[in-house]
């Protein structure tokens, strides 16, 4: 339907309001590899790792998507639109809920 590129970690495709490109390896740590991800992914990545652990750890895309939060992420997030994004997303998951 679109050319739009699918993001490696939710397999969406990614909107051109929505891209955003991560270091595999930390920019501040000589990284030079990049994958393009939507805003909210790349978001999620730098909330649950360090530098240090995506240096250390983290730093391929199979490796991120099998870290448990990651995995919750990854299936709360594919029901939503590709170009979905949300500042609060994570404050809402821990808590303060809102009745209707
Ligand atoms: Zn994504
Ligand atoms: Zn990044």
Request: charged share 30%.
């Amino acid at each position: 339907m679109t050319g739009d590129p699918l993001c490696p970690l939710c397999a969406r495709p990614i909107p051109p309001e929505a891209r955003s490109l991560h270091h595999l390896i930390p920019k501040s740590l000589k990284g030079r590899e990049t994958v393009l991800l939507h805003r909210i992914c790349h978001r999620k990545i730098h909330s649950l790792f360090t530098e240090r652990d995506l240096q250390k750890r983290y730093h391929s895309i199979e490796r991120i998507k099998a870290h448990p939060d990651m995995a919750l992420f990854l299936t709360w997030v594919a029901g939503k639109e590709p170009g979905f994004y949300t500042r609060t997303a994570d404050s809402q998951r821990k808590g303060r809920r809102r009745r209707p």
